[in-house]
């Protein structure tokens, strides 16, 4: 059994930074991949980025790229979501969600294939 807990999301102005954290406790967590997705009422989760713990690589959904930055620890199984540049159309409910023994699902930002997921922070753009 996996825990994770996301923390960070607030109410931020547009322009703003934010940093979002992501930490992942439990078994099995040798080789894994986080990733981050959010979500707003009514629409499908979408995916934002992906960190794989066993060659350091990150991934990042297009609408995010270049504003966007992910950085993990693997000795504290934390990865975080450093958001810059905030616009009113981040705002969302982000999720953390960890992919056991590989980051293939991650990789691809596949919500459905992913293992345990956190409840999610709430990140306000708003002016």
């Known amino acids: 059994q996996v825990q994770v807990v996301e923390s960070g999301g607030g109410l931020v102005k547009p322009g703003d930074s934010l940093r979002l954290s992501c930490v992942a406790s439990?078994?099995?967590?040798?080789?894994?991949?986080i990733g981050w997705f959010r979500q707003v009422p009514g629409a499908e989760r979408e995916g934002v980025g992906c960190?794989?713990?066993?060659?350091?690589?990150?991934y990042y959904a297009d609408s995010v790229r270049g504003r966007f930055s992910i950085s993990g620890d693997n000795a504290k199984k934390t990865v975080y979501l450093q958001m810059n540049n905030l616009e009113p159309g981040d705002t969302a409910r982000y999720y953390c969600?960890?992919?056991?023994?590989?980051?293939?699902?991650?990789?691809?930002?596949?919500?459905?294939?992913?293992?345990?997921w956190g409840e999610g922070t709430l990140v306000t753009v708003s002016s």
């Open positions: 439990g078994r099995n967590l040798d080789v894994y991949g």
């Open positions: 960190f794989s713990s066993s060659d350091g690589r990150t």
């Open positions: 969600a960890v992919e056991l023994g590989t980051s293939w699902f991650c990789a691809s930002l596949d919500s459905k294939r992913m293992d345990y």
